[in-house]
């Protein structure tokens, strides 16, 4: 076999003999091609016998772990060659997958020497950004229909939590009746939980990004951590040298490290080591382009890695799809890895994964630096003292789901208000012209058919500046895309929820706008 650069020459005498019309510059152009090619140029013979390699068919073989170059070619090439040479001008376009690479080969053959010649060209970037780019594509019309179920889910669960809720109120100590109450409504705690998974996954549930100091972030969030993963599993938080504040939402970041943890768990059955890390990195553009989702700059990269079983290779394409899982029926909903997925893109960022079987995985998460500005304390709030629940104002409640509605009204009721109802923005609007000088606070849906909460409440606000506004949504404040300043507790209430968070919005939200109302209440 001929592969030493000073018979590159002998080895295309063929090629040139046949084609008749190169000239002696011409044959070292063509040598030059093949010895300077960084893509692989190989010569069959008539039975598809490799014969010729060049320097670059080398290196490709040995990058992808293969013994000989022959290796990286096709299989059938006695087929391959017979087809180039049945005819002049004979060519055969082939892509081969061979172990790490995906190559496409083009090969053409030389009648009058019996001689096929092959070029080729490695795909294995781009098979691999295609694939990244399919999967997004599917990630996103997945999250999409996800998004729809969440949002209708979260009325059915706020009706069922509501009436729990009010019959619990109302057994005064029967310790019959408490109990499966109150399974009632943890279990539809939990299925809200489950809920706003799919809403992270589906990037509905909205980021409120600000600089944030992630070190002090995670290091305040280990304990609990610890606690979740059990004993037999150590916990170990490293930061590389002083880290830049990150864009990030302190809410999502705490689902995220508390999702990976416990997908950590289970890979670890049997105990072993979690590590959390902290490092800042520049990601340069030609890195960049080795990931679809990746772009260059400065990110705070949050790295979770753990000892355990690992994830077999077959899967690791998958493992961020909604819904897919390894564990046993029961054991996983398939969405902790893929809410983890949508709520980095909600922060601009990526994921890398790494992991082999039996030497477990790492998750390298990239968090953008935030450009300036002061770390937000990410502590919860200290508790609220409960506020007085019953009240004597009138309320107007808007919302299209008629289970929902007739839940809210009857909560408000029992509770003192006067409550007017309707089913659509255009029926408030009515109920507003006959009855706008007794109505003290606005109860709307976000997203109604026809005009939607935002909308109404900009009509009333317009007439009554000191009305009393709270918007409710099984989606997330911002998934409106209005500038409405919304804040969970304050004038936004997320769905589902109980009667008491209810009524204690709806008296907070009154007594705060007692003193500036011009005129008394319930007028």
């Not at 060209?121 to 999250?143: F, I, M, N, P, Y």
Request: proline letters at 6%; hydrophobic letters at 40%.
């Amino acid at each position: 076999m001929i592969h030493e650069q000073d018979k590159l020459e002998h080895a295309l005498r063929p090629a040139t003999t046949a084609l008749g019309s190169f000239d002696e510059p011409d044959s070292d152009r063509l040598v030059a091609f093949v010895r300077f090619n960084p893509n692989p140029v190989v010569e069959l013979d008539a039975e598809g016998r490799l014969t010729f390699y060049n320097e670059a068919a080398r290196v490709t073989a040995a990058g992808a772990g293969l013994s000989t170059p022959e290796d990286l070619l096709p299989p059938g090439r006695a087929g391959i060659a017979k087809q180039c040479l049945a005819e002049p001008g004979g060519c055969c376009r082939i892509q081969a997958q061979t172990h790490l690479r995906v190559l496409e080969w083009i090969f053409f053959g030389v009648p009058a020497g019996s001689r096929v010649y092959g070029h080729a060209v490695d795909l294995t970037e781009r098979v691999s950004v295609e694939a990244q780019l399919r999967r997004a594509h599917k990630l996103e019309a997945v999250g999409q229909l996800a998004a729809g179920i969440a949002h209708d889910f979260n009325n059915i669960l706020t009706v069922i939590e509501g009436h729990a809720g009010l019959l619990l109120a109302a057994q005064h100590g029967l310790a019959l009746s408490q109990r499966p109450l109150r399974e009632i409504i943890e279990a539809a705690d939990r299925a809200g939980k489950l809920v706003r998974q799919l809403l992270m996954f589906s990037r509905k549930q909205a980021a409120h990004l600000r600089p944030v100091d992630l070190a002090a972030l995670v290091q305040s969030l280990v304990p609990l951590l610890e606690r979740t993963l059990g004993e037999h599993i150590r916990v170990q938080l490293w930061r590389g040298g002083e880290l830049p504040l990150a864009e990030a939402d302190p809410g999502m970041i705490e689902q995220i490290l508390m999702s990976l943890t416990l997908n950590a768990r289970d890979a670890m059955p049997r105990g072993g080591l979690l590590t959390i890390r902290l490092n800042a990195a520049r990601v340069e553009p030609a890195r960049a382009r080795e990931n679809a989702e990746a772009r260059p700059g400065h990110f705070v990269v949050l790295t979770v890695s753990d000892t355990g079983r690992g994830i077999p290779a077959q899967h690791l394409a998958h493992i961020f799809e909604p819904f897919f899982t390894t564990k046993g029926v029961g054991q996983g909903t398939g969405l902790g890895l893929a809410s983890v997925y949508g709520a980095v893109k909600q922060h601009h960022g990526w994921i890398e994964v790494r992991s082999e079987e039996g030497r477990g995985t790492s998750f390298a998460l990239y968090f953008p630096v935030a450009q300036g500005g002061v770390a937000v304390n990410s502590g919860n709030a200290p508790a609220e003292e409960d506020a007085r629940l019953r009240g004597h104002e009138t309320i107007l409640v808007v919302e299209d789901e008629p289970a929902l509605r007739r839940l809210v009204v009857e909560i408000l009721e029992w509770h003192g208000y006067r409550v007017f109802s309707a089913a659509s923005g255009a029926l408030a609007l009515d109920i507003w012209q006959e009855q706008r000088e007794r109505i003290d606070l606005l109860v709307t849906d976000m997203v109604m058919p026809g005009v939607m909460g935002p909308e109404l409440a900009r009509r009333l606000l317009k007439e009554n500046p000191q009305l009393c506004v709270i918007y409710t949504s099984g989606y997330s404040p911002g998934i409106a895309g209005e500038d409405l300043h919304l804040l969970e507790g304050a004038n936004f209430l997320p769905k589902p929820y109980p009667p008491s968070r209810l009524l204690q919005m709806v008296r907070r939200c009154l007594d705060a706008h007692k003193a500036a109302s011009p005129r008394g209440p319930g007028r």
